[in-house]
């Protein structure tokens, strides 16, 4: 920590915490993505009271990620994310979902991989992202190039990061395509938010509120939850957005998530990594196709 001149000049200079470089780096890889952003509200009337009278508790994101995750699974083109001039298309669905956590004293964001999301239930993700919010962080170094690349300097990394980003294999290994961040948890309020995020589909979840909302030909108030879905244009057109968005609707509305998996194995905590940088810490094994 440095001061400024003089004797009391009257703030500190501070370096950038290690932990905050890695999201520079993903709004410096984000100014870069062709985002396309869609505002939904969807009425979680069903989902709300099944929510409530559940046996354990669920939260909120846990649902939307459950839910996000079958929409994707439904629609596996969108899996997907530019390498280069390739598009590697992901097997599993998998989701980033953002936490906060306490780190050294001050709130520190962190990324959970939700692995085989659309195979899991609600309660499973509720227990994950817990464990992720108030349980020892996890350390998952970097390897081989990419932990190279990570120790430069801030333009020479995100140089080297947007390189190296052109080869599938390394692009493979940055984590899922796919996330969900959550302001509903911070406020009561309602809105949307619009994230900056070098990912293919992210959906930032709102806060649910009672809105005014017409039901056979009567208004009625509802509870109603504002999602904020935004897709890398590169990677998925305006129709195959429109449908995934419905899709996750008729999830959403019908509460689908809730209900028992098809299949899906139980949680252990070796489904889960974290990772606070752009970089994921496994290679995840993908196949990739070109364009």
Known sequence: MTAGRGPDPGYVVERVPRDRRPVLDRLAGAGRRFQVHALVELDVSEARARIRTAPEPVTWTAFVVASVARAVAAHPELNARMSGSRVITFDRVDIGA???????????????????????????????????KTGP?????????????????????????????????????????????????????????????????????????????????????????????????????????????????????TAAALNEPAAGPSWDPGQMSRKTSIVAPRALRRSARSS
């Open 137 to 253: 962080a996890l350390e998952h170094p970097a390897r081989g190039l990419v932990a190279l690349v990570v120790r430069l300097p801030g333009p020479l990394r995100r140089t080297a990061l947007r390189l190296v980003a052109r080869r599938p294999a390394v692009s493979a290994t940055f984590g899922p395509a796919v996330g969900v961040t959550s302001i509903g948890m911070f406020t009561h309020g309602w809105g949307w938010a619009i994230p900056l995020a070098p990912l293919t589909i992210i959906a930032t979840v709102g806060a649910v509120v009672e809105r005014p909302v017409v039901v056979d030909g009567v208004v009625v108030a509802r509870p109603m939850l504002p999602l904020t879905l935004s897709f890398d244009h590169a990677v998925v057109d305006g129709a195959p957005a429109a449908r995934f968005v419905e899709t996750l609707r008729d999830l959403v509305e």
């Open 98 to 132: 953002t936490v906060e956590r306490s780190g050294e004293g001050r709130p520190v964001l962190d990324i959970v991989v939700v692995r085989g999301a659309d195979r899991l239930d609600c309660l499973e993700i509720t227990r994950m992202l817990h464990e992720a």
